[in-house]
């Protein structure tokens, strides 16, 4: 990198959000975290399209220029089909396709202008198979890869690394421990680790691209 860039986390949460504004900054890169309740300066609900919009707005005020997105915005949800409610459904297709689709619909003018850069976005094992009680978590998720697909067929030409990343795995956190209890260090992914393999997703010479990465630890 010859010249200070920004890199955009939509949805910054401790665990993966803290290590990938971590490594990016280490590495020389403006970090804007971005969440409804986080830093102040930067919250947005990234739900809204015209909020969303001002906030790309704002970066290219007060940012170096955009290097690319991380999105990670999501809302999990784990409930029986029958008891789940078509505006949960709708909450949750909302926090993580609708967030995408509106912070991609900023950020790719803004890097074809530059010649390019990454959208990276977090997947999960349900974007791949989806068990009981996941039906509205893994149809967004579902939809969130299939958004990622698009993108890259339509703007690969454009120099815009499209990636969708299957986090296989539990990643070791507070909010993971809360969520499911005490689980074997081996079947918890680190996130530290799991920000280099971002960072390396950001770095990949253009003639070798990886579109879709499958993470999962040793243990799993």
């Known amino acids: 990198m010859t010249s200070p860039r920004t890199l955009l986390i939509a ?6 959000g803290d290590a990938l504004k971590t490594r990016f900054e280490t590495g020389g890169y403006t970090v804007v975290s971005v969440s409804r309740s986080g830093d102040k300066r930067w919250a947005t609900d990234l739900r809204d399209a015209q909020a969303t919009a001002r906030l ?9 220029p955009l290097a690319g997105v991380v999105h990670n915005a999501m809302l999990f949800h784990r409930e029986p089909f029958l ?16 967030t995408a689709f509106n912070v991609s619909q900023q950020a790719i003018p803004r ?3 530059q010649g390019g850069g990454g959208l990276v976005f977090s997947g999960a094992s349900g974007s791949l198979r989806a068990g009981p009680n996941f039906s509205a978590f893994s149809s967004a998720k579902f939809a969130l890869r ?18 969708h990343v299957v986090i296989d795995g539990l ?9 499911f ?9 680190d996130p530290t680790d ?10 990949q010479p253009r003639s070798g691209w990886t579109h879709e990465l499958d993470i999962r630890p040793v243990g799993a």
């Open 11 to 16: 949805g910054h949460a401790a665990g993966l």
């Open 111 to 113: 890097l074809q202008t």
């Open 146 to 163: 299939g958004l990622a697909q698009a993108l890259a067929r339509e703007h690969t030409q454009d120099g815009i690394h499209v990636v």
């Open 194 to 203: 799991l920000a280099e393999q971002y960072w390396q997703l950001f770095h």
């Open 181 to 189: 209890g005490a689980t074997d260090s081996a079947q918890l992914i």
């Open 83 to 98: 008891q789940t409610s078509a505006q949960t459904l709708q909450e949750v297709w909302q926090s993580m396709v609708l």
């Open 56 to 64: 790309f707005e704002q970066l290219e005020q007060e940012a170096p």
């Open 171 to 179: 990643i070791r956190s507070e909010r993971t421990a809360q969520r």
